[in-house]
């Protein structure tokens, strides 16, 4: 496993934008799918976005296609998050996520996922 470590949540008026950042610890962390879910209050987790190991395909739910990106800085072994034309329906606690697999059929669901963040909030104001 990784630990990961979340950061740059906060408050958002709707149509603004943020970056969120996961900071990875962990030798292999180069062979991990890595992923940013959601939870707002009442809801299950969902997948918003997915990285295949090293920096290759990317997967993204319908609801933030065109408005988020994930990506990955290696170097810095940082997973990142872009939020842009956020929505009131963006809220939720951002969590972080890493599969000791480079790749998945399941990108998206969370029992993929053996490693977790412990989440940081992102709060979007109408």
């Known amino acids: 496993q990784v630990q990961l470590v979340e950061s740059g949540g906060g408050s958002v008026q709707a149509g603004g934008s943020a970056r969120l950042s996961c900071i990875t610890f962990?030798?292999?962390?180069?062979?991990?799918?890595m992923a940013w879910f959601r939870q707002a209050p009442g809801k299950e987790r969902e997948g918003v976005a997915a990285i295949e190991a090293g920096g290759g395909h990317t997967y993204y739910d319908d609801s933030v296609k065109g408005r988020f990106t994930i990506s990955i800085d290696n170097a810095k072994k940082t997973l990142y998050l872009q939020l842009n034309s956020l929505k009131p329906e963006d809220t939720a606690m951002y969590y972080c996520?890493?599969?000791?697999?480079?790749?998945?059929?399941?990108?998206?669901?969370?029992?993929?996922?053996?490693?977790w963040g412990q989440g940081t909030q992102v709060t979007v104001s109408s």
């Open positions: 996520a890493a599969a000791a697999t480079s790749a998945s059929f399941y990108p998206l669901l969370t029992r993929t996922y053996n490693s």
């Open positions: 962990g030798s292999t962390y180069s062979r991990y799918l």
